[in-house]
C-alpha cells in the first residue's frame, strides 16, 4: 500500500541558529509510525504521485480554501482522500489504532533533533476565542511523562501543554527535567494568574530556552484588559484585571532571578478588543520590559479578518499587528504608522461609496 501524507502547514524555518527547522504535526507522525510498523510505502512530504490514500492535515483555519481546491484536483491521483486536524475540523479525532502509536515516530518523519509533544492536556481557562476547551476538555489531565517525549539526539524539549501551571503535573515535569539536565521550552502561552512563588521557583531551576535553544524565554498571554476564566479548582467564573496582574506576577519572576526581557507574552487582539485597550495592554507590557508577540483572531471556522462576533475587525487590528511584531514601535508612533495611515484611508474610501 502506498501512503502520502500532506502537512499542510509545517515548512523549514530559518532558526536563530542559521539552520532549517521544522514545528512538526504530532498527528502526522502518528500517521506516519501506524503506516510504517504495517509495512506500508510511505510519501512524505507528498509530492502529486499516484497513492492508494492521500492524509491530509491542517492546524489552521484558514487553509480549508486550499485544501477544498487539493481534494478535487488529487480525486483521480488517490484512491482515498482523508482530511483532518484542527483546521479542517475541530471535532476530527485520530482513529484509535493511529492515536495509540508513539509519538516519536515525528522525529523520524521530520528528521527533527529534539524532543516535542504534550505530557497535559486540556485547559480549565474555557476562553471563547479558544479551541482548546472545546476540543480537549475543561480539566487538565496528564498524557505523558516527560521521558516519553525525549529525542536520543538532543537534551532539548518543546513541551505543548495548553496551560502547564494548571496541573500538579508541573511540578513533577520540572523535577524530570531538572534530573535528566534538559533544556526546556514551554512553547504555548502559560496563564500567568496562577503564577505562585512555588511556580516561580520551580520556572527559575530549569534551563527555560526558545523553540531554536538560543535565548532563555518564557511564555505567557495577555488577550484582554479583563480576563475571566473558569477558577481551576472550583470551576466557577472570576475575573482578574491584567493591568494589575501582569505587574505584579512580573514582579515576582524578578524576585526569582527572571528578568522581564526573558518574557513574551502573545497578545490577543482583533477578538473583541479596542484600539484604546490593544494600545493600554501593549504599553503596559513594554514598559515593564517584556516581549510582545500580536497574534490577530481568527475565527474557528475559517473565516479571515472577523470578530469574535463574526463583524468585520477594526480598521487598526493588521497594522497594529504589523507595528508591533515588526518591531516599528521603536521608531515611530502607532498613529503616525504608515500602514495604519493607509487602512484609514482605504476605510473612507469605501464610506464613500
Given amino acids: 500500500m502506498k501512503v502520502g501524507i ?8 530559518k532558526m536563530e541558529t542559521g539552520e532549517y527547522g521544522k514545528f512538526p504535526n504530532i498527528a502526522c507522525g502518528k500517521i506516519y509510525g501506524y503506516h510504517k510498523l504495517q509495512g506500508d510505502e510511505i510519501v512524505y512530504p507528498y ?32 484512491k482515498e482522500i482523508v482530511v483532518g486536524g484542527t483546521g479542517w475540523d475541530w471535532k476530527s479525532k485520530l482513529p484509535p489504532e493511529i492515536e495509540a502509536v508513539d509519538s516519536k515516530w515525528t522525529y523520524e518523519m521530520y528528521g527533527i533533533n529534539y524532543g516535542i509533544g504534550f505530557t497535559i492536556r486540556g485547559c480549565h481557562v474555557g476562553c471563547a476565542f479558544c479551541v482548546v476547551p472545546r476540543k480537549e476538555g475543561i480539566r487538565e489531565y496528564r498524557v505523558a511523562r516527560i521521558a516519553d517525549l525525549i529525542n536520543p539526539k538532543s537534551n532539548h524539549i518543546v ?22 539536565k534538559l533544556t526546556v521550552n514551554w512553547n504555548q502561552a502559560n496563564d500567568i494568574t496562577l503564577l505562585t512563588p512555588k511556580h516561580a521557583e520551580a520556572v527559575a531551576s530549569v ?24 477558577d481551576h479548582v472550583t470551576g466557577e467564573w472570576i475575573s482578574y484585571d491584567m493591568l494589575k496582574v501582569v505587574p505584579e506576577k512580573v514582579r515576582m519572576l524578578k524576585e526569582y532571578g527572571i528578568p522581564a526581557h526573558h518574557l513574551t507574552f502573545y497578545m490577543l ?26 497574534m490577530m483572531f481568527r475565527d474557528l471556522n475559517g473565516k479571515v479578518g472577523v470578530d469574535g462576533k463574526g463583524n468585520k475587525q477594526s480598521v487598526h487590528v493588521r497594522p497594529l499587528r504589523d507595528w508591533i511584531n515588526g518591531h516599528a514601535f521603536h ?7 504608515d500602514r495604519y495611515q493607509k487602512a484609514l484611508d482605504s476605510e473612507k474610501q469605501l464610506r464613500l461609496f
Fill in 207 to 230: 534551563e527555560y530556552r526558545n523553540f531554536a535553544k538560543t535565548k532563555k524565554m518564557l511564555h505567557f498571554a495577555c488577550d484582554q484588559l479583563i480576563k475571566k476564566k473558569r
Fill in 159 to 180: 513541551l505543548l501543554n495548553n496551560n502547564s501551571f494548571a496541573d500538579i503535573g508541573f511540578f513533577e515535569d520540572v523535577e524530570e527535567i531538572k534530573d535528566r
Fill in 269 to 294: 487582539i482583533g477578538f473583541d478588543t479596542t484600539l484604546e485597550e490593544d494600545m493600554l495592554r501593549f504599553n503596559m507590557l513594554n514598559d515593564l520590559g517584556c516581549n510582545v508577540y500580536a
Fill in 47 to 78: 509530492n502529486g504521485k499516484k497513492v492508494d490514500k492521500l492524509y491530509i492535515s491542517t492546524i489552521f483555519s484558514w487553509t480549508k480554501p486550499r485544501i477544498q481546491k487539493i481534494i478535487e484536483a488529487y480525486r483521480g491521483v488517490a
Fill in 6 to 13: 500532506w502537512d499542510m502547514d509545517t515548512q523549514k524555518t
Fill in 331 to 337: 521608531n515611530v508612533p502607532f498613529n503616525e504608522f
